[in-house]
């Protein structure tokens, strides 16, 4: 089986890799591990061929589930405010056209529930919530697939993989990009996310770009069967360095609006991350400390890291002797 597009392979690093029918240890995984863990460990980031979001399930979520949420009243939309990433974000100076919506434990399906219970409360809106679950469960396994391929290419065992994914929480965030008024505008600034993984599913219109080893951008088309899955910046400390976080922007076409939907991973409430203890050697010491994601958060979006163009680095970085 192909798993690699060569005119992706061509593209600075980053591949198009073939997931569909791939299970762990069965054919083609290894192959199909090697070209996932090649772009992720040069660029970060990786396109995935998959067929968890099926025709049905990708209609109901940008056709219905994403148009019902950013049509409600703002203040039916800040009631979701939970923090500096949470929640709902609305417009922003620097990205007026902007809004988005998260809402973590979205693999639980009573969370979901109970977010749409807030939304609407004259009944809720069971099939908003069915989306989004249905999201969310379809992500998971695929979310789970790329990360388990990234760490056994480092040479991380099958148990330890287990452990780090069965840490984790995952959230389904929705985001709105409108028309600027200015017609072509960069809508989110070059920046690193601060979570573990995000599986970016674009609908119909691009914007996404990734940031190539030598500085040049790379536009990740909206293909329907493809996704993008973008390295944050604690798979940097989990991994020690040896997976980049990936640095992207998104930016619109003229006189159109964009809809998308990412399946993000980070760490549970309490929960520290640090190097894996297999990818650390006498070759490779230490590059990062122990990292709560609770503080880093507000490190990075509430204090002293606003002004840094590293915050991870200021934040837990090891420092490098000479």
């Known amino acids: 089986m192909d798993h690699i597009d060569d005119a992706e392979q061509r593209l600075q690093g980053i591949r198009r890799v073939d997931l569909r029918g791939v299970e762990l240890g069965g054919r083609g995984w290894e192959e199909a591990r090697a070209a996932v863990a090649a772009s992720m460990q040069a660029l970060g980031a990786v396109l995935v061929v998959q067929d968890a979001l099926e025709t049905d399930l990708r209609r109901d979520l940008f056709g219905r589930a994403v148009p019902e949420f950013f049509a409600l009243p703002l203040d039916a939309k800040r009631s979701l405010v939970s923090g500096p990433i949470n929640g709902y974000i609305g417009p922003m100076p620097e990205a007026p056209a902007y809004e988005s919506v ?156 964009r809809l998308s ?29 122990p990292c709560n994601f609770d503080e880093y958060v507000r490190f990075r979006f509430a204090g002293d890291g606003q002004k840094l163009s590293d915050p991870l680095e200021a934040f837990c970085g090891v420092a490098r002797v000479p």
């Open 261 to 289: 939907a990412q399946f993000v991973s980070k760490p549970k409430d309490g929960n520290t991350v640090r190097p894996l203890d297999e990818l650390v050697d006498a070759d490779h010491p230490p590059l990062y400390k």
């Open 102 to 257: 998260r809402a973590w434990e979205t693999t639980n399906a009573g969370t979901v529930r109970n977010v749409g219970d807030l939304l609407w409360p004259h009944g809720g809106n069971p099939a908003f919530c069915d989306t989004v679950s249905a999201f969310a469960a379809n992500m998971l396994a695929l979310e789970r697939k790329v990360e388990a391929m990234i760490l056994e290419s480092l040479g991380v065992g099958q148990g330890v993989v287990a452990s780090h994914l069965d840490s984790l929480n995952y959230s389904v965030r929705l985001s709105r990009y409108g028309v600027s008024e200015a017609g072509d505008g960069m809508l989110m600034k070059p920046h690193r996310d601060c979570t573990v993984l995000s599986v970016v599913v674009q609908h119909d219109v691009e914007g996404l770009e990734v940031q190539a080893q030598d500085g040049s951008w790379l536009a990740v088309a909206p293909e329907p069967d493809t996704v993008a899955v973008i390295a944050g910046e604690l798979l940097a400390v989990v991994t020690n360095g040896r997976v980049p976080a990936c640095v992207h922007r998104v930016s619109t076409p003229r006189g159109r609006e």
